[in-house]
T-cell receptor, first 120, second 114 residues
């Protein structure tokens, strides 16, 4: 069973540019959530998509956006890049929504290896 | 926003020693999760805790959900070199208006000296 696949693994952009990152969830998983990981702030929740709709959102500016397709694949976009956007961006997939994480059972959150973005 | 205070930030231990790390918060969480992240990889789930007071083991790992629902600890017994990595706690909570979020601790970097 293939895991969560993120592309690209590494990319370099300059300030002001935009970037799109892709996440293919585990087959059958309908929820995809995105996280930013930096040395200073650690892992921070960006947003969650389920059935092509954004269900939950963290405290990030509107420059960070995402979408989910009918096959559950998701993309996140960051516009007008800033130096502080340099980070490892992780996506995670699960069978059900983040809300269902509190129910014991099969709704395990599985992470991809991440996309490392460097903004120069 | 909610914060999880994870400690210690880093630790160096001898192979064979036991390890203990914990996460505390002023907020209540519905679920506690413990992850391990190796360099260049995403976090991998170690243990999930679903109710206050729950104690769960996974091999040499044991974790507990605090009875106040505001803390959790992870113990590793008889550490081995492959235990090296960064351990994260995460808490799931209701943030209002039908929304949920996942909050992570800053991580505990574990180094094991053979």
């Amino acid at each position: 069973k293939a895991g969560v696949t993120q592309t690209p693994r590494y990319l370099i952009k300059t300030r002001g540019q935009q970037v799109t990152l892709s996440c293919s969830p585990i087959s059958g998983h309908r929820s995809v959530s995105w996280y930013q990981q930096t040395p200073g702030q650690g892992l921070q929740f960006l947003f969650e998509y389920f059935s092509e709709t954004q269900r939950n959102k963290g405290n990030f500016p509107g420059r960070f956006s995402g979408r989910q397709f009918s096959n559950s694949r998701s993309e996140m976009n960051v516009s007008t890049l800033e130096l502080g956007d340099s980070a490892l961006y992780l996506c995670a997939s699960s069978l059900d929504r983040l809300a269902a994480l509190s129910k014991p059972g099969a709704n395990v959150l599985t992470f991809g290896a991440g996309s490392r973005l460097t903004v120069l | 926003g909610q914060q999880l205070n994870q400690s210690p930030q880093s630790m160096f231990i001898q192979e064979g020693e036991d390890v203990s790390m914990n996460c505390t918060s002023s907020s209540i969480f519905n679920t506690w999760l413990w992850y391990k992240q190796d360099p260049g990889e995403g976090p991998v789930l170690l243990i999930a805790l679903y109710k206050a007071g729950e104690l769960t083991s996974n091999g040499r790992l044991t974790a507990q959900f605090g009875i106040t629902r505001k803390d959790s600890f992870l113990n590793i017994s008889a550490s081995i070199p492959s235990d090296v990595g960064i351990y994260f706690c995460a808490g799931q909570s209701y943030s209002g208006a039908g929304s949920y979020q996942l909050t992570f601790g800053k991580g505990t970097k574990l180094s094991v000296i053979p």
